[in-house]
């Protein structure tokens, strides 16, 4: 019982700790910087440190660079930071559990809290925020209503128009949506049954105008009138929305993904770092305040509540979010590279 031990004493201990002692007191956390950054900066950051005295360091690297660097460090014995932050599929891996402790035991202390969100805190880390991939539509071509379901999607007779879908590495989403469209229940679609979702794909292949690579193709596409309705990412589709773009979005169906905080093994301030993701689950406001900024869903329902009516509007209602699809991360994550050798088969065919 270590971790909890050591965290339930843990205001007590900070208490009696000379000014000096507390300022010299550090985390270093791994972040891909700029505005990500300075928005954690100002939501978590800052008050964490003025309630504890802990310094939050921050160092800066793209995520794949986070993930090889935090694995070199702990296999050389040489750790400098103490967190990291990569998506659920990839910080539940086989892979990146090898360098990360198990939070299994500090996890306890959240088990009651009806507020947290499923694997809000986990054995493989703990979640920040969850951003969606979903469904959009133009309004302009669809003034009574345009596809809110993948079954709508693939139905060009009722709701005709140039497509978009995504052709990236992790090909997932779209098959999921494809078997979706199919008729497969959401609860039923793991393991994926990658052969049906090319046969359904193949459908709608004619219609796909558009095949992004990236968030920023994605959005030039809708401005440019390039497709009408298409499977983007909600960050970039609430930034459509703040350029006054007419844009519906639909989470039915939506594929939520969770960026993941982890500990590295042996990290130089692994205490501080529990207590800095404690202070986040902990505290609504602080994960109010991050979530507003970037349009993503935080992982207390508390949080959502203290969000304004424009922030809300931008993450799933209540009852839109029970109509997302849970996925199963270590299917995906075993079995990445099947999905990428089919996925690329099919694509240059």
């Known amino acids: 019982m270590k971790y909890l031990a050591y965290m339930a004493a843990g205001v007590a201990v900070t208490a009696m700790m000379p000014a000096m002692a507390q300022a010299q007191e550090r985390v270093v956390f791994a972040s891909t910087g700029g505005v990500f950054e300075q928005a954690l900066r100002e939501a978590w950051f800052t008050p964490f440190t003025a309630e504890t005295g802990i310094e939050v360091v921050s160092v800066t690297a793209t995520d794949a660079e986070m993930r090889a660097r935090a694995q070199a460090m702990v296999q050389a014995g040489d750790v400098t930071w103490d967190i990291i932050n990569n998506v659920d599929i990839l910080a539940e891996s086989a892979q990146n559990r090898a360098f990360t402790i198990d939070l299994a035991e500090f996890c306890q202390q959240f088990e009651d809290r009806a507020d947290l969100v499923d694997k809000a805190c986990n054995p493989a880390g703990v979640r920040l925020s969850l951003n969606g991939t979903l469904l959009v539509y133009n309004t302009q071509d669809f003034p009574d ?17 140039p497509r978009a879908l995504p052709n990236l590495s992790d090909p997932w989403r779209v098959f999921a949506g494809a078997l979706l469209a199919d008729g497969v229940p959401a609860d039923q679609l793991f393991p994926l049954d990658i052969d049906r979702a090319l046969a359904k794909l193949d459908e709608i292949r004619p219609e796909v105008e558009l095949w992004w690579r990236t ?49 590295l093994q042996n990290a130089p301030h692994q205490e501080n770092a529990l207590k800095l993701v404690q202070y986040y689950l902990n505290n609504p406001a602080v994960q109010a305040n991050f979530a507003k900024q970037f349009g993503i869903t935080p992982p207390s329902s508390d949080a959502v509540a203290l969000l304004d009516d424009e922030a809300r509007s931008k993450i799933p209602s209540p009852d839109e979010f029970k109509k997302t699809v849970q996925h199963d991360s270590e299917w995906i994550s075993a079995n990445q590279e099947k999905l990428a050798d089919a996925w690329n088969d099919w694509i240059t065919q």
């Open 145 to 161: 209503g345009g596809p809110t379901t993948w079954q709508e999607f693939w139905d060009v007779a009722n709701f005709p128009g």
């Open 215 to 263: 968030g920023d193709q994605s959005q030039q596409g809708f401005r440019s009138g390039e497709y009408v309705t298409g499977m983007i990412w909600g960050t970039r589709a609430n930034a459509l929305k703040d350029e006054d773009q007419p844009i519906a979005m639909s989470f039915d169906g939506a594929f939520m993904l969770a960026d993941t905080l982890q500990i």
